[in-house]
């Protein structure tokens, strides 16, 4: 049940992300020898708006020491084009915090395929994270685990970006323990009118109500607090702020 309130609320169309994959396998653009630059591995994870994969880059990788990335690929079907993907990657590029996964690069891979490209981060998710823990944190410890990806997520909206999709699969938790704020995929300019989608986008489970009603001149930066508060409550108690 957890997993399915915190996913999208179009979790449920009835399509794959992306043609199935024989793993491993170049992807992208040709780089200096013909051949694709990047080397998708292994599936990390799925959603409702991408497909993302750990990859090796070929660019900036030595024979000893490959230069891992996380590819994420998203099919045209979900209605965003290579154009919204480049407007992600330009949002997100414009934060620099190191609680925020950095955008590497961007491409569109063939008619039906786009990809950004954005560090690897060497860990798990929050979810995964606390479900392997034994006990749930308390409220300080809660509160020092998040603080750094809210601190990231301050940097965003000094930078006039709103994330809008904060939610447990959306921070990753490296090997240091350290968290990072991930995919902007939602994000918008904090400070222009904002203009609610035809349908609410996000996690069902740790949206604002004004994100679910799509709510002209809602304040994306209150959306953000909002999320931001459901996922310290989730943290220390294991409910999902919206209900069950």
């Excluded at 491993?24 to 994870?45: F, M, N, S, V």
């Excluded at 569109?108 to 823990?133: H, K, M, W």
């Excluded at 490296?174 to 968290?179: F, H, K, L, N, V």
């Excluded at 400070?191 to 949206?207: K, N, T, V």
Aim: aromatic share 8%; glycine share 10%.
């Amino acid at each position: 049940m957890v997993a399915e309130l915190i996913e999208g609320v179009d979790a449920a169309e009835p399509h794959t992300l992306s043609e199935p994959r024989v793993l491993p396998c170049h992807y992208g653009l040709p780089w200096k020898d013909g051949a694709p630059r990047y080397q998708l591995i292994e599936t990390i994870a799925r959603g409702t708006r991408g497909t993302v994969y750990r990859g090796k880059d070929r660019a900036l990788s030595n024979p000893d020491k490959p230069a891992d990335v996380a590819v994420k690929v998203i099919a045209s079907w979900t209605g965003m084009a290579f154009g919204d993907v480049l407007a992600e990657a330009i949002r997100a590029k414009q934060i620099n915090h190191p609680n925020v996964a950095r955008v590497l690069d961007v491409g569109e891979a063939n008619p039906s395929e786009c990809f950004i490209v954005f560090e690897f981060v060497d860990g798990v998710t929050l979810e995964r994270y606390l479900d392997q823990a034994p006990t749930r944190p308390g409220n300080r410890v809660s509160v020092e685990l998040l603080l750094p990806a809210l601190e990231g997520l301050a940097a965003a909206h000094d930078n006039g970006l709103a994330h809008l999709d904060i939610h447990p699969k959306n921070v990753l938790i490296d090997r240091s323990g350290q968290p990072s704020l991930i995919d902007f995929g939602l994000g918008v300019a904090a400070y222009e009118a904002w203009r609610p989608a035809e349908r609410p986008l996000g996690s069902l489970g740790f949206m604002a109500p004004e994100t679910y009603a799509r709510s002209h001149g809602a304040s994306p930066l209150r959306c953000d607090v909002y999320c931001a508060s459901g996922l310290l409550f989730w943290c220390i108690t294991g409910v999902i702020p919206n209900g069950q």
